[in-house]
């Protein structure tokens, strides 16, 4: 686009344009001027950082793993699927998206945990409580992460072009063959935007995991329930593990963003 | 004994309902003309199995692919038919060789075998040295050649061709018209193709079903169909002045209250008369001598065709005529133009209505 052209925004937006810019940034630039830079190359290498990061990315990829298993099927029946009811079962998956968190906790606590209605017959068989294990902390991630990849690929799927589906199907390929090998390499870039997003929310998910996980250093105590703690008990420590997340986050989404999630 | 295609059958969607009977016999080629939302899309997406029809049969080289009296639907990927779409919809994500052997690769020929039969058929098309291109690299023209050899690639028994030629710009249209000619003439199975082109018809095809409103309004050889059209869209369509009118003694058609031909004809009743825009002669002031069918006129607009322009001629007798690009402008003929036109008897052709 040319700079001559005439641009379509209004001079009265600028001005809270900006503040919301200002508002968005101002908070990481505080987190930057309170970190202990000199000190911090060796607080990252202290063991308990290491193990909550290292818990914490392998949590939020299973969990986006388990996302994309059963999210990607269920956005493929959403967007594609004929049969009555279907809005009412999008508004339903759609729930964990605007439940807050910590309510999402308590639901499954009261679903999976050793008195519910499911977590009960889990243990009366096979002796197994989930609530306050690693398995746990994956589940809660999955849950409030799995909406975020299924509404975004819901969306790639609805943009998709049937028209080449229907190409392959006159060329000889069932609709599970179609699918395969037209309809998913054609919404990957989708699929992928879906999975970072997914990925990005588990990573920084709090409330859910700290209900029904609780916060146990070495199996469950995840980044954001580490700084969370940290922050009671030694304020310098929850900065740098900020700093950490907001690393690790970040360079995630650059590495990606090229490739995946750049807008079009 | 293949039988070709033989299909009778009725479709609704919504407001829209299409009857449509036909029948192609294996190496012919059924041009399916009519104006825009006629249903030609929709015919061919039930042959390809993409819609299920509410009522009736299709055939194909003697098996049932729709019967809606024993509940029989054989789903597109079980069917051999190949279709070219008006928009090619090759795969984006393949190359062209790779579009050309999805196809082999659905009916169970292995990896290597399907790229080796796939690099054949782009050779027979031209495209060897396009192998690896990806279809967003192609030209319109191009992309057309690698969606037919993908849909030929397969052997299949139908071939339905949607607007084969529409995408291309006017030069290229030309060109890909005679190559197109030239496959088909080469492709064993019957074929059908939709157009709304009348040039497309006379050149690829040898039987012509016009279809408007959902049905079926007149069928047969081309040349038969393009001398005697029995209504205004397809005389317009196939460039024929055509009036619906009462035929007298002595050659006389009357078609409006104001307005008698004079042909050259023994019939009477009720006929069409019909000329050809070529037919017609046009003046700036009354032709001297008495030629019967002779008019005044308004030129309401005039278009290019080829060397020559066509001009809609308003008045008592509106008519298309044709005249070349020499005469327009010496008769300095633009639109808002008083004129005069006269029809030979001889060129009017009169048959029943």
């Not at chain 1, 052209?5 to 810019?21: D, I, Q």
């Not at chain 1, 588990?202 to 703690?229: K, S």
């Amino acid at each position: 686009m040319s700079r001559r052209e005439r641009s379509g925004v209004p001079p009265v937006l600028l001005a809270p344009a900006g503040l919301a810019v200002l508002f968005l940034v101002v908070p990481l630039i505080g987190l930057f001027l309170r970190a202990p830079w000199r000190s911090l190359p060796d607080r990252v290498r202290e063991p308990a950082i290491r193990e909550a990061l290292r818990l914490s990315l392998e949590t939020a990829t299973e969990a986006t793993v388990v996302a994309m298993v059963l999210g990607v099927p269920l956005a493929v029946l959403l967007a594609h699927g004929r049969f009555p009811g279907r809005s009412l079962l999008r508004a339903l998956v759609t729930v964990p998206l605007v439940l807050p968190p910590v309510v999402g906790g308590v639901a499954l606590l009261s679903a999976l945990g050793r008195a519910g209605f499911v977590g009960k017959r889990i243990y009366d068989i096979t002796g197994y409580s989930l609530p306050f294990t690693t398995t746990a902390v994956v589940i809660a991630e999955a849950f409030v992460a799995m909406p975020f990849l299924v509404i975004a690929v819901e969306g790639a799927l609805r943009g998709s072009d049937v028209r080449y589906a229907e190409a392959a199907a006159t060329l000889g390929a069932s609709r599970w063959t179609t699918f395969r090998t037209v309809t998913l390499p054609l919404v990957a870039p989708g699929v992928m935007a879906g999975a970072v997003l997914c990925w990005a929310r588990a990573l920084g998910e709090f409330g859910a995991t700290i209900t029904f996980a609780g916060n146990f250093p070495g199996r469950t105590q995840t980044m954001p329930l580490a700084v969370y703690q940290a922050l009671e008990t030694d304020p310098p420590a929850a900065i740098v593990l900020s700093m950490v997340l907001l690393i690790v986050s970040v360079a995630v989404l650059a590495l990606l963003r090229d490739r995946w999630v750049a807008p079009s | 004994m293949s039988e070709g295609l033989v299909a009778d059958f009725e479709v609704t969607l919504g407001e829209f309902s299409l009857r449509l009977g036909l029948t192609v016999e294996p190496g012919r080629v059924t041009a399916l003309l009519g104006p825009n939302g006629a249903g030609k899309s929709t015919a061919l997406r039930v042959l390809a199995g993409l819609l299920r029809v509410d009522r009736g049969t299709v055939r194909l080289a003697g098996r049932d692919l729709e019967d809606d009296s024993r509940d029989l639907h054989v789903p597109a990927e079980e069917r051999a038919v190949g279709m070219v779409f008006q928009d090619y919809r090759l795969f984006p994500h393949r190359s062209a060789l790779d579009n050309v052997a999805y196809g082999l690769r659905r009916r169970g020929m292995a990896r290597a075998a399907a790229r080796e039969r796939a690099g054949e058929w782009l050779s027979y098309v031209g495209l060897t040295e396009y192998a690896k291109a990806r279809p967003a690299r192609l030209s319109g023209g191009q992309a057309q050649r690698v969606a037919l050899a993908r849909a030929l690639a397969t052997g299949p028994d139908l071939l339905l061709l949607d607007e084969p030629l529409s995408a291309l710009d006017a030069a290229t249209r030309m060109q890909v018209r005679g190559e197109l000619r030239r496959y088909l003439a080469g492709f064993p199975g019957a074929v059908l193709m939709v157009t709304h082109d009348p040039v497309d018809a006379m050149v690829l095809a040898s039987d012509v079903v016009v279809i408007e409103g959902g049905a079926v309004v007149q069928r047969g050889p081309v040349a038969q169909v393009a001398a005697h059209p029995q209504t205004d869209y397809v005389a317009r369509l196939v460039g024929l002045n055509l009036y619906h009118g009462l035929a007298g003694p002595n050659g006389h058609v009357r078609v409006s209250p104001e307005v008698e031909l004079t042909a050259v004809s023994e019939l009477t009743g009720t006929v069409f008369a019909a000329f050809a825009p070529s037919a017609v002669a046009v003046f700036r002031s009354r032709p001297d001598g008495s030629p019967r069918n002779v008019f005044p006129a308004r030129v309401d607009d005039l278009e290019m065709h080829g060397g020559t322009f066509r001009l809609r001629l308003n008045g008592a007798l509106p008519v298309l005529a044709d005249v070349t690009a020499a005469a327009a402008t010496e008769l300095d003929l633009v639109p808002g133009r008083e004129v005069w036109f006269a029809v030979k008897a001889n060129e009017i052709s009169v048959y029943p209505a």
